[in-house]
């Protein structure tokens, strides 16, 4: 059982379109992290969200953070072929758990 | 500042053998912790060092086990190696206890066979 359920699982979009990822846990998270993982590298980390309602931008990505702290979601606007990659949410307290992934493909 | 460095990047191993994959952190950082990542389950925490003492562990059997110097350099040991235990092993650093700014490595490739 996963305790962070991410969707949707696979995204192929063209480029321009919009796209949300949702990440969501039946548990509360003190906070959540958001990351982007490209083949052969480690994940690198994108934003943290703290407070529930919390909203947060980075440039075209915009992540927010669930009033209840158990879900949080991904909007990027105007994708990009440079957005491709695998984004995984990730939260915890004594283990640090990680989404279940999504992988996103822009078409150019 | 140079990154996260993993060494070997790619290791093939026999089952039943035993392996040693090392990380060096960031100058500076003092925490340690190192991730499994395979197809089938994901990104899963194995374990955090911190100060040379290892603070979480998460789910795995006691054939996975790590250790961390005073240079803050850290290596994690797998013995007695099963098929399944086939992944690309990640490990991050950050200068504080906890899972914030966590800077991960390239990881390293393991295949058993």
């Known amino acids: 059982t996963q305790l962070l359920e991410q969707s949707p699982q696979f995204l192929s979009i063209q480029e321009g379109e919009n796209l949300t990822v949702y990440c969501n846990s039946s548990?509360?998270?003190?906070?959540l992290q958001w990351y982007r993982q490209e083949p052969g590298e480690g994940p690198v980390l994108l934003v943290t969200v703290v407070t529930g309602g919390e909203v947060k931008k980075l440039k075209r990505l915009t992540f927010q953070f669930g009033d209840a702290r158990k879900d949080s979601s991904l909007h990027i606007t105007a994708a990009q072929p440079g957005d491709t990659g695998l984004y995984l949410c990730?939260?915890?307290?004594?283990?640090?758990?990680f989404g279940t992934g999504t992988s996103l493909t822009v078409i150019p | 500042k140079a990154g996260v460095t993993q060494t070997p990047r790619y290791l093939i191993k026999t089952r039943g053998q035993q392996v040693t994959l090392s990380c060096s952190p960031i100058?500076?950082?003092?925490?340690v912790s190192w991730y499994q990542q395979t197809p089938g389950q994901g990104l899963q925490f194995l374990f955090e060092y911190f100060s040379e003492t290892q603070r979480n562990k998460g789910n795995f059997p006691g054939r996975f086990s790590g250790r961390q110097f005073s240079n803050s350099r850290s290596e994690m040991n797998v013995s007695t190696l099963e098929l399944g235990d086939s992944a690309l092993y990640l490990c991050?650093?950050?200068?504080?206890?906890?899972?914030?700014?966590?800077?991960f490595g390239p990881g390293t490739r393991l295949t058993v066979l």
């Open positions: 991050a650093s950050s200068f504080s206890r906890g899972y914030n700014e966590q800077f």
């Open positions: 100058s500076g950082h003092r925490s």
């Open positions: 990730a939260g915890g307290g004594n283990q640090f758990y």
């Open positions: 548990s509360v998270f003190s906070s």
